[in-house]
């Protein structure tokens, strides 16, 4: 069984590029050999600039840490979002990491963008 790992990373402000950073993040998770939990992927079915659908997303997204074995944390900077997905992973105690860019690198290469 593999470890499910949930993805925990900037989405708001610029939602395409942020999209497109969780992708590489997903791709780190599968090659560490994890079953990645990726949040963000509401953002393609809601509009995350909407205060009601950011919210439905949140929720859903929160409501998966329940089954998750590990929080990984990824980026230069911990939103107003994901520190709210921080807190809620030490009131269930899931275990966090921080990911950082040098390791990404070193298994999938390439940069950031």
């Known amino acids: 069984m593999m470890k499910k790992v949930y993805i925990c ?6 939602v395409s590029e942020n999209l497109e950073r969780v992708k590489r993040y997903t791709k780190y998770a599968l090659k560490c050999g994890t079953a990645p939990v990726v949040p963000h992927f ?3 079915c809601l509009d995350d600039g909407k205060p009601k659908e950011r919210e439905i ?3 859903a997204g929160l409501s998966l ?3 998750c074995d590990e929080m990984w944390i990824f980026g230069d900077e911990i939103t ?3 520190a709210a997905e921080i807190q809620f992973c030490r009131n269930l105690n899931v275990k966090t990491r921080k990911i950082r860019e040098q ?3 070193k298994l999938i290469g390439g ?3």
């Open 9 to 14: 990373s900037p989405l708001g402000g610029n």
């Open 42 to 44: 509401y953002a393609l």
């Open 57 to 59: 997303g949140m929720a």
């Open 65 to 67: 840490l329940w089954f």
């Open 80 to 82: 107003e979002g994901m």
């Open 103 to 105: 390791e990404i690198s």
């Open 111 to 113: 940069n950031c963008l």
